[in-house]
């Protein structure tokens, strides 16, 4: 992305211009853009613009889908509580974009992961997911609802 200023023209980029990558290298050069089908995908994922920031209770999953969707982040935290009681499919859709949404720092931990370094957040996640295929009804067992 290009931007002017009144002391002339100056260029940065955005995570939007390389994605998996980030912001630029130090000194503001740019990095090379994504190659691989992994790193296009995680581009992808950061260009969809949710970000777990500071609004959060857990991972900040809801408070992520709420600021990207201009939602009450407690109206999309009752949906994600209400997936886990009918359905169960919360509590593993939750585990997952925890792995998937990048942090305010940029970080994606299933990125990271693929990488070798594993956090405790992609341990939690995967928690999550794990428990939600052991439940396999819903926290209440009522998956016939639906």
């Not at 992808?44 to 857990?58: K, M, Y």
């Not at 889908?65 to 949906?79: C, D, E, Q, S, W």
């Not at 370094?117 to 997911?129: E, F, G, I, P, Q």
Request: net charge neutral.
């Amino acid at each position: 992305m290009t931007s002017n200023t009144s002391s002339g023209t100056s260029s940065s980029t955005s995570s939007d211009d390389f994605g998996d990558f980030g912001t630029a290298a130090p000194g503001g050069h740019a990095v090379r853009p994504p190659t691989t089908s992994a790193e296009r995908f995680f581009a992808a994922v950061r260009r969809w613009g949710a970000v777990r920031g500071q609004e959060r209770w857990i991972g900040g999953v809801c408070g992520a889908i709420a600021a990207r969707h201009g939602l009450n982040p407690l109206a999309v935290r009752v949906g994600f509580i209400a997936l886990a009681l009918l359905g169960g499919v919360g509590i593993a859709l939750y585990g997952v974009l925890w792995a998937l949404l990048p942090d305010v720092t940029g970080r994606i931990e299933a990125q990271a992961a693929q990488r070798g370094d594993v956090s405790a957040v992609l341990v939690a996640s995967v928690c999550l997911v794990v428990i939600d295929l052991l439940l396999g009804h819903g926290v209440l067992g009522l998956s016939w609802v639906f």
